[in-house]
């Protein structure tokens, strides 16, 4: 069977089975519990959803069926051989490929000067609260881990997101400032000086017959 490209949450899916054998409802409660739903989307019937299909693709399969109490039968599945295989090929390339995002905050910034500017200052400003606090609650996670004596390779990703938060907060900053006190001179007509550039630029490059 055609193995297709493995998505982000089917790689975190293989990873807790690299660890264990775990039913599906496991492993959507460890992946809340670890915060890694923080790096995909992913609720507990797409868990499920994704288990089934990387069992129609032999990377993972049915291990045993337990019953407690009551409750219906769960199956607890594990990893294949060729689960190993392609989960540590997906994972490689993650590493080092390029993967293009394209979110949509450099949209608006892109096109944030057809707004006014206190609209822009209300809106960054909302942003930079938001962020500072999941920053701030990252940080506090993250050392909490630390002093239980977790080992810093297990919080690369933690580390990356929070350089990350803090380098767009230390942005806000900057740019927020700069908007309070019109130093980006918000409103003002495009530079003629730099249109006529451009079209004289445009003009040496457009072939001539």
Not at 1 to 26: K, N, R
Request: charged letters at 25%; one cysteine or more; proline letters at 5%.
């Amino acid at each position: 069977m055609a193995i297709g490209e493995l998505s982000a949450a089917a790689v975190l899916i293989l990873a807790l089975l690299h660890e264990e054998p775990m039913h599906p409802y496991q492993v959507h409660h460890t992946l809340v519990e670890r915060g890694d739903t923080r790096l995909v989307r992913v609720n507990a019937g797409a868990v499920y959803h994704g288990i089934e299909r990387l069992e129609k693709e032999g990377l993972v399969e049915a291990a045993a069926v337990e019953r407690s109490g009551n409750r219906p039968e769960r199956t607890i599945y594990r990893i294949t051989d060729a689960g190993r295989s392609a989960f540590a090929a997906r994972l490689t390339s993650f590493l080092g490929d390029d993967h293009p995002s394209y979110p949509l905050f450099p949209v608006g910034l892109a096109e944030a000067h057809e707004l006014a500017s206190d609209g822009v200052v209300a809106e960054l400003t909302r942003r930079h609260h938001r962020e500072t606090a999941r920053m701030d609650a990252l940080r506090q996670a993250h050392g909490r881990l630390r002093t239980l004596g977790l080992p810093r390779r297990y919080l690369l990703d933690v580390e990356h997101d929070l350089a990350i938060l803090a380098a767009e907060v230390a942005w806000l900053d900057r740019t927020l400032q700069e908007l309070r006190a019109d130093e980006l001179e918000w409103g003002r007509p495009f530079p003629q000086e730099l249109a006529e550039a451009r079209a004289e630029l445009k003009a040496c490059q457009t072939p001539t017959a």
